[in-house]
């Protein structure tokens, strides 16, 4: 279980604040999308392999429904987060673009949705301007990729437009779902995401490692 003190959150609220300078979160919204569709087409530059899907699967018991990416892999290279697709086969609206598949990942995130953090987290929105700011405009970086997304793959947004995931904008509801957002669009989109992120470091990073054998 990872534990954080009133000290300790207080520390990640000053790194997060000096981070929220980021070049990145700065970018005016025409800017942003120029930066949304070099991320797409980084994405979409190496097609989706039967592999990952076959990794994914066993990663969540399950078929990995509307999956069109990898957006997010471990130093390994198995997946840790996917890209969904707005619209399934189906027509089933489907908002949540960035899924956590890593089950190493997603334990740790886990611990510390259990620990109570939420709260903790949709305070700091509530009461610090400057991770406020920077939630809402992680927010707008989501619905801007989705929109892409969908105009790259012919989707309709319809019945999810304005809505994001994990809560943004005006609170914590999944921190899964942020920490998705943040592996997949990278540091400094979501301050919340790249907390929970730096948190978890000794129990998952996506820079080391900790994946189970394939069976």
């Known amino acids: 279980m990872v534990t954080m003190s009133g000290d300790s959150m207080s520390d990640a609220i000053a790194t997060r604040n000096g981070m929220m300078t980021s070049m990145l979160e700065k970018l005016p919204d025409d800017e942003m999308n120029v930066e949304i569709q070099t991320m797409m087409d980084r994405l979409f530059a190496e097609p989706l392999r039967s592999d990952d899907i076959d990794i994914v699967r066993i990663q969540l018991g399950r078929y990995p429904r509307g999956m069109v990416a990898v957006g997010a892999r471990c130093v390994c290279g198995r997946p840790l987060a996917v890209v969904t697709r707005p619209q399934l086969s189906d027509g089933t609206p489907f908002p949540t673009t960035f899924y956590l598949t890593s089950p ?12 109570g ?7 700091l929105i509530e009461n610090d301007e400057d991770i406020r700011a920077g939630y809402q405009r992680a927010h707008r970086w989501y619905l801007g990729f989705r929109h892409a997304l969908a105009v790259r793959l012919s989707d309709s ?20 779902a942020l920490t998705a957002q943040a592996l997949v669009m990278g540091e400094g989109i979501n301050p919340i995401g790249d907390m929970v992120l730096e948190r978890v470091g000794i129990e998952f990073s996506p820079s080391v490692c900790r994946c189970a054998p394939v069976m």
């Open 157 to 176: 947004e319809e019945h999810i437009s304005g809505i994001s995931a994990g809560g943004l904008p005006t609170r914590v509801k999944c921190l899964h």
């Open 104 to 115: 190493e990942a997603v334990r740790a995130v886990s611990h510390v949705e259990a620990d």
């Open 117 to 123: 953090s939420m709260k903790q987290y949709t305070a």
